[in-house]
T-cell receptor, first 113, second 113 residues
Framework: DTGVSQDPRHKITKRGQNVTFRCDPI?????LYWYRQTLGQGPEFLTY????????KSRLLSDRFSAERPKGSFSTLEIQRTEQGDSAMYLC???????????FGDGTRLSIL | ELKVEQNPLFLSMQEGKNYTIYCNYS?????LYWYRQDPGKSLESLFV?????AVKQEGRLMASLDTKARLSTLHITAAVHDLSATYFC?????????????FGKGTKLSVKP
């Protein structure tokens, strides 16, 4: 069990640029979640995959956000035309079942200049 | 819309003292999670509570769930400095069918000698 891995750890970009983050879940976990966390707040749910199917998207997820999980393994989260308000920690989590906890990665911290 | 409220949001304790953190949520859910987050780190799972009356203990921490009152508590016994962290409770949305979690704002615990 190598844990949930996220890359990069930090991303600094200019407003208007596109960014892509990667998440590698724990290998046998078929459920994968993306959350966003800002300073002093709890994580906010963004989207959920079961295997390769994206089953749920939050209203927080504007059209500029897109997520994929090809072949039900790793996942990517892309933000197009980044805005100042996108600055946050983006967390990925995976789980084996609903009765098991979600295991979180260390996150990708996005800073928009 | 499901809301999760934690109190207190900030807690300063003396070592050796006992205290309870409260987590209230606004709609029916049978699945509640507690997480710990250290500064600059990701979330670590502490407890998964899966039914009314569930009680789990690990070291100096004990969590319980009352689904009828929509209340979970995290009790700290004889606090030590190593327990200083932010503690989040999280509740399943959609009656637990997907696993999307709504988090409270967190309780920042500081244990002083």
């Amino acid at each position: 069990d190598t844990g949930v891995s996220q890359d990069p750890r930090h991303k600094i970009t200019k407003r208007g640029q596109n960014v892509t983050f990667r998440c590698d879940p724990i290998s046998e976990h078929n459920r994968l979640y993306w959350y966003r966390q800002t300073l002093g707040q709890g994580p906010e749910f963004l989207t959920y995959f079961q295997n390769e199917a994206q089953l749920e998207k939050s209203r927080l997820l504007s059209d500029r956000f897109s997520a994929e999980r090809p072949k039900g393994s790793f996942s990517t989260l892309e933000i197009q035309r980044t805005e100042q308000g996108d600055s946050a920690m983006y967390l990925c989590a995976s789980s084996l079942s609903l009765s098991q906890p979600q295991h979180f990665g260390d996150g990708t911290r996005l800073s928009i200049l | 819309e499901l809301k999760v409220e934690q109190n207190p949001l900030f807690l300063s304790m003396q070592e050796g003292k006992n205290y309870t953190i409260y987590c209230n949520y606004s709609t029916t859910s049978d699945r509640l999670y507690w997480y710990r987050q250290d500064p600059g780190k990701s979330l670590e799972s502490l407890f998964v509570l899966l039914s009314n009356g569930a009680v789990k203990q690990e070291g100096r921490l004990m969590a319980s769930l009352d689904t009828k009152a929509r209340l979970s508590t995290l009790h700290i016994t004889a606090a030590v400095h190593d327990l200083s962290a932010t503690y989040f409770c999280a509740v399943d949305v959609n009656g637990g069918s997907q696993g999307n979690l709504i988090f409270g704002k967190g309780t920042k615990l500081s244990v002083k000698p």
